[in-house]
């Protein structure tokens, strides 16, 4: 036995219902706009990501002329320790990421100058960036690849 095609009505078609139409073109479409508090504005742009903070935060430290600096004390705002909030919602960042994103930074091509002398040290929580040139620690690293 052989399948038929059913056909099928096109919409232009079809004869509109009058009824139905008149009642869609009088209904109002409101939207119901939901205002955010001033508390909502300020975590909504905490937990926004920024583009290039590691790239400036690297360039601050070797411009700065120190041999090494905590990451979480200098900068606390922008790597806060991890934690939850009221919500029971995570925040802050780990160590480890904080860690690649600092190794990620000076992997590019347009890395800062000088970056390639910094080691990114991570000893628990804290994440330190030291400058081997300047701590003289270039030296005996390379007396221990030797």
Known sequence: MARTRRKVESPASVEPDVGSTTQQTNAVKERKLMALTPDEIRAIYAKRRTKGVYDSKLVAFLDSGEEGVN????????????????????????????????????????????????????????????????????????????
Not at 84 to 111: C, L, M, V, W, Y
Not at 131 to 141: K, Q, Y
């Open 71 to 146: 990451v979480r004390e200098t900068w606390p705002n922008d790597f806060p320790y991890p934690g939850k909030d009221a919500q029971d919602k995570p925040t802050g960042k780990k160590a480890t990421s904080i860690k690649q994103g600092f190794e990620n930074s000076k992997g590019r091509k347009e890395s800062p100058d000088g970056s390639a002398t910094v080691d990114v040290i991570v000893d628990g929580e804290e994440v330190y960036l030291i400058n081997t040139v300047l701590s003289g620690m270039a030296e005996e690293l390379a007396e221990a690849t030797a």
